[in-house]
């Protein structure tokens, strides 16, 4: 069964960092594109960044471009996202993702490209 647990979200102050966690059971990331998504209030989902598991090669959004990046450790079957010089804007739930096929690796960071996800952790960046 594909189970994928977010965690590390919280608050945290403009300029600050945070590093979530997406924790994997029930396949390899090797086979897998993992991705990072993010919905604010009002506002629809947005892939953040991803990592395709057969190369390891990685996108980023533009917004978060030079901020965050998306790692994984292999052993431990998880995959991060560090978040670096947070804004207000980044405020949302981010969720973490999962997707095979070559939809998945050709179109990583649309939503329709996942197959499984996590319940989401909430990230508030707020002075």
């Known amino acids: 069964q594909v189970q994928l647990v977010e965690s590390g979200g919280g608050l945290v102050q403009p300029g600050g960092s945070l590093r979530l966690s997406c924790a994997a059971s029930?396949?390899?990331?090797?086979?897998?594109?993992i991705a990072w998504f993010r919905q604010a209030p009002g506002k629809e989902r947005e892939g953040v960044s991803c990592i395709i598991g057969t190369d390891g090669r990685t996108y980023d959004a533009d917004s978060v471009k030079g901020r965050f990046t998306i790692s994984r450790d292999v052993a431990k079957n998880t995959v991060y996202l560090q978040m670096n010089s947070l804004k207000p804007e980044d405020t949302a739930v981010y969720y973490c993702a999962a997707g095979q096929g070559v939809r998945a690796t050709m179109y990583p960071l649309d939503e329709y490209s996942m197959d499984n996800w996590g319940k989401g952790t909430l990230v508030t960046v707020s002075s």
């Open positions: 029930g396949f390899t990331l090797d086979y897998y594109v």
